[in-house]
């Protein structure tokens, strides 16, 4: 567990337009969904997880885990999740003051993100930290003060942001860097093609060290 005890947000509530509909969490690979692999990545790194989704939350019930809509109405996108976590921290989980975000499509997270991320900020002196292999920043993957969600409110629905790297500028974002070879830990599926990579992916490298 970090020293900043954190709680961490699967967002699962992307349509999946690009792989026909449903749930991509529940794409299997490796003999387990995504959503599986992305728990048993978090669970030994984050104090408590939630899942933001939309829709029935009873599709999620098998996991046990509290499952939260955007909280920020007639708008689909991430900064909605995560003000959704950010808002369900502070109501039912008021001692943590961190929340780590990732996507519920990737499944080769790394073991070691939610440290990574908090030395990355502590080292930067920022407020805010995010994920990068090789050149691509994921600004999906990131450290949200609880303390900031109410800033982030007023950009949601004041201002109409949509885009996380906007407001993330504004207040500064440490980087944390991991190599793209020969597993991109950040490497999501999207599409069918996409599925088929990560099921060879992890037929090859899922005995690999984060």
Same mark, same amino acid.
């Given at each position: 567990?970090?020293? =900043? ?6 967002? %699962? ?35 408590? $997880? ?33 003000? %959704? ?5 502070? @109501? ?8 780590? =975000? ?28 995010? #994920?990068? =292999? ?20 007023? #950009? ?9 790297? $906007? ?5 500064? $974002?440490? $980087? #944390? ?17 996409? %599925? @088929?990579?990560?099921? %060879? ?10």
């Amino acid at each position: 567990m970090s020293n =900043s005890p954190t709680l961490g947000l699967v967002l %699962a509530g992307g349509l999946a337009r690009r792989m026909g509909g449903g749930d991509k969490a529940r794409i299997r690979v490796g003999g387990a969904t995504i959503l599986a692999r992305v728990l048993a990545c978090l669970k030994p790194q984050c104090e408590r $997880i939630i899942i933001n989704a939309n829709g029935d939350p009873a599709r999620f019930a098998d996991t046990g885990l509290p499952v939260v809509a955007d909280s920020v109405p007639d708008f689909a996108g991430p900064l909605a999740g995560i003000l %959704a976590g950010l808002d369900w921290v502070a @109501a039912h989980a008021p001692q943590l003051e961190w929340l780590l =975000s990732v996507p519920g499509d990737c499944p080769f997270l790394p073991k070691n993100l939610l440290a990574r991320l908090h030395d990355a900020r502590l080292a930067e002196g920022t407020p805010l930290a995010c #994920a990068r =292999s090789g050149e691509w920043r994921h600004p999906v993957v990131g450290l949200w003060p609880v303390k900031m969600r109410e800033d982030l409110r007023h #950009a949601l629905t004041q201002e109409g942001l949509h885009k996380i790297e $906007i407001w993330t500028a504004r207040h500064g $974002i440490a $980087i #944390a860097d991991w190599p793209a070879e020969p597993v991109d830990p950040f490497f999501n599926v999207n599409t069918p093609d996409d %599925a @088929a990579r990560a099921e %060879a992916l992890a037929a090859r490298y899922d005995t690999r060290e984060a």
